[in-house]
């Protein structure tokens, strides 16, 4: 950080001069930049991993949830993964500059609308310095200079790896100020980022449901919501017991931390006898507390009896809701009541239900017969992502380049007037 520059805002007017540059880079001299960012992020692992090992310290000490805990931590194997992510993302086609549609008027006016950079993308968050790296990989790959607030729980990890970041850019001669970030200035930074309306382009908030709340009602700038998960998983009548079984644990266990792993499991009366006691056996078995509705209860032992607020839960731990329901219906209705849209699944073998939960379930991914974990931006093939939107305008579900744009229309004449 430029040492005289001490307020929000001074950091925020840099960044936007800064995104002026960043909007004319060709796609080679982008990707050039991307792979000396990612080249500077493990040049620095020791570093970062030694900053890490203290913001841990730190939240532990200070009542840091596992689940945040697990989001923070970085070793040499997931700063190695940070930097394969912006690799990836250096090779993803540009997003700018493409021509979405194209028509002549007014007797010969061409008219082309193209895909052009925001500008300055901000972003606030929790707990998670991959969104350090993923995002600023993301605005810059699209043409973009970014603002971070990542929350003093990641205050010293992210330190490291904006400073990493920020020297590449230098080396490579690009103005470093197009990385910023406001973590040393508290929540005073995050609230001057939210008023910047003018400065910053488009905010994208991402970590707990009370954060995303906050920003989405408190903020001026336009918000792309990310919302928490409070995914759930139907299994149908005819669900396949081996489906049924290796789909539920791995969309619980295999990061229970994170938004895409399932929260509630609705399991179909007819099924429940069949499906209840090795499904909730297998959970178990890898540390899972079941919250249960008394159906479940009956069917299987060392259930928690689950209360009305597990239901709208978002555990992000090693705990999952549990309830029978008495048909689709019944689970429609429950996934209306209680889902925050993110992403919701069935398994089943009718294929008439699954054409039904495809059609009837509003959430910005929705999945039959596979684990909810594939909702993820490296899954669909986007590289990073910056994050999942779960709001309908302008863009959801995961979110890679081409939601990093926005568009212009070209009308190139020759003298022509409006008749």
């Given at each position: 950080?430029?040492?005289?520059?001490?307020?929000?805002?001074?950091?925020?007017?840099?960044a936007k001069a800064a995104s002026r540059e960043v909007a004319l880079l060709s796609d080679e001299r982008k990707r050039d930049i991307l792979l000396a960012l990612a080249e500077s992020i493990v040049d620095r692992t020791d570093e970062i991993v030694r900053e890490n090992a203290e913001d841990l310290s730190r939240g532990r000490a200070n009542g840091l949830s596992e689940g945040l805990q697990?989001?923070?931590?970085?070793?040499?194997?997931?700063?190695?993964?940070?930097?394969a992510a912006v690799r990836d993302v250096a090779q993803l086609p540009d997003p700018v500059g493409r021509v979405l549609d194209e028509r002549t008027i007014g007797g010969g006016v061409h008219l082309s609308k193209v895909s052009v950079p925001f500008g300055v993308v901000g972003s606030i968050y929790e707990a998670r310095p991959n969104v350090t790296v993923d995002i600023a990989a993301l605005?810059?790959?699209?043409?973009?200079?970014?603002?971070?607030?990542?929350?003093?729980?990641?205050?010293?990890?992210?330190?490291?790896?904006?400073?990493?970041?920020?020297?590449?850019?230098?080396?490579?001669?690009?103005?470093?100020?197009?990385?910023?970030?406001?973590?040393?200035?508290?929540?005073?930074?995050?609230?001057?980022?939210?008023?910047?309306?003018?400065?910053?382009?488009?905010?994208?908030?991402?970590?707990?449901?009370?954060?995303?709340?906050?920003?989405?009602?408190?903020?001026?700038?336009?918000?792309?919501?990310?919302?928490?998960?409070?995914?759930?998983?139907?299994?149908?009548?005819?669900?396949?017991?081996?489906?049924?079984?290796?789909?539920?644990?791995?969309?619980?266990?295999?990061?229970?931390?994170?938004?895409?792993?399932?929260?509630?499991?609705?399991?179909?009366?007819?099924?429940?006898?069949?499906?209840?006691?090795?499904?909730?056996?297998?959970?178990?078995?890898?540390?899972?507390?079941?919250?249960?509705?008394?159906?479940?209860?009956?069917?299987?032992?060392?259930?928690?009896?689950?209360?009305?607020?597990?239901?709208?839960?978002?555990?992000?731990?090693?705990?999952?809701?549990?309830?029978?329901?008495?048909?689709?219906?019944?689970?429609?209705?429950?996934?209306?009541?209680?889902?925050?849209?993110?992403?919701?699944?069935?398994?089943?073998?009718?294929?008439?239900?699954?054409?039904?939960?495809?059609?009837?379930?509003?959430?910005?991914?929705?999945?039959?017969?596979?684990?909810?974990?594939?909702?993820?931006?490296?899954?669909?093939?986007?590289?990073?992502?910056?994050?999942?939107?779960?709001?309908?305008?302008?863009?959801?579900?995961?979110?890679?380049?081409?939601?990093?744009?926005?568009?212009?229309?070209?009308?190139?004449?020759?003298?022509?007037?409006?008749?």
């Amino acid at each position: 950080m430029t040492a005289t520059v001490t307020t929000a805002r001074e950091r925020m007017e840099l960044a936007k001069a800064a995104s002026r540059e960043v909007a004319l880079l060709s796609d080679e001299r982008k990707r050039d930049i991307l792979l000396a960012l990612a080249e500077s992020i493990v040049d620095r692992t020791d570093e970062i991993v030694r900053e890490n090992a203290e913001d841990l310290s730190r939240g532990r000490a200070n009542g840091l949830s596992e689940g945040l805990q697990d989001r923070l931590r970085l070793d040499a194997s997931r700063v190695a993964a940070l930097a394969a992510a912006v690799r990836d993302v250096a090779q993803l086609p540009d997003p700018v500059g493409r021509v979405l549609d194209e028509r002549t008027i007014g007797g010969g006016v061409h008219l082309s609308k193209v895909s052009v950079p925001f500008g300055v993308v901000g972003s606030i968050y929790e707990a998670r310095p991959n969104v350090t790296v993923d995002i600023a990989a993301l605005a810059l790959r699209s043409g973009n200079a970014v603002v971070l607030r990542g929350g003093t729980a990641a205050e010293r990890t992210n330190a490291a790896l904006v400073a990493a970041m920020r020297d590449a850019l230098r080396a490579q001669r690009l103005d470093p100020e197009a990385i910023q970030t406001l973590d040393d200035l508290g929540r005073d930074g995050a609230r001057d980022l939210m008023q910047a309306r003018g400065l910053v382009d488009v905010l994208v908030p991402r970590g707990s449901a009370q954060l995303i709340e906050t920003v989405v009602t408190e903020s001026l700038v336009p918000v792309i919501e990310t919302g928490a998960g409070v995914v759930h998983i139907l299994l149908d009548a005819s669900a396949r017991e081996d489906w049924a079984r290796e789909i539920v644990v791995n969309a619980k266990v295999q990061r229970p931390s994170v938004c895409n792993a399932v929260e509630t499991i609705l399991i179909h009366r007819d099924a429940a006898d069949r499906l209840v006691p090795g499904v909730v056996t297998d959970l178990q078995a890898r540390g899972v507390t079941v919250h249960g509705d008394p159906e479940v209860a009956t069917r299987a032992t060392g259930v928690v009896p689950a209360t009305d607020a597990d239901w709208a839960q978002e555990y992000l731990s090693l705990d999952v809701a549990m309830r029978v329901v008495d048909d689709l219906d019944d689970a429609l209705t429950h996934i209306r009541r209680f889902s925050t849209q993110h992403t919701e699944a069935i398994v089943t073998e009718d294929a008439g239900s699954a054409e039904r939960f495809l059609a009837e379930v509003d959430a910005a991914v929705v999945v039959v017969n596979a684990s909810t974990r594939f909702t993820d931006g490296g899954e669909f093939g986007f590289g990073a992502e910056v994050g999942i939107s779960t709001q309908k305008l302008h863009a959801r579900g995961p979110m890679g380049l081409p939601e990093l744009t926005s568009v212009k229309w070209l009308a190139r004449g020759a003298g022509h007037v409006r008749a």
